[in-house]
């Protein structure tokens, strides 16, 4: 896993020898509460064209501002596929956005549909909003990925 600075974001990427997403997502939380940050799960792949454009857009003075304090935490779905399945966090809409519950799964998400080409000055709005949970008029209403039941 690694942690970098990009401006006022803290951008950390989930590395594949994590020994679980859960509890690298759950010391990533806590990493975030001492800073005073807020964090944001990314949902990203590899080959993602509209991640990239998002990666690219977080040096932008818009999202810097948007961001500012968000500890943005971006996780894998090839690698993580499984761990995201079982925190119900859902990895078909990529790059997808979510604020986590207490135990780890989607209290609320978006994904890079609410906005039009991947720039800043289209990133950023719904970004901002989002996190700040203002983000009430969405192209597509959230919904939480409904449990299979089962705990093991």
Known sequence: TKVKHQGAITVVDVGVRAPSLSEEL?????????????????????RCDPCRGVDSALADPLLQAALAKVRLVRVDIQVFHEDLVQLEIPDEGIPGFFLLSLDLTPRDGVDGGEWDEDVPENIAPVLDAFVHGKYAERRRPWHVVPSSGMTL
Do not use: D, H
């Open 26 to 46: 759950a010391k990533q939380r806590a990493e975030a509460s001492s800073a005073g940050e807020t964090m944001l799960v990314m949902t990203t792949a590899g």
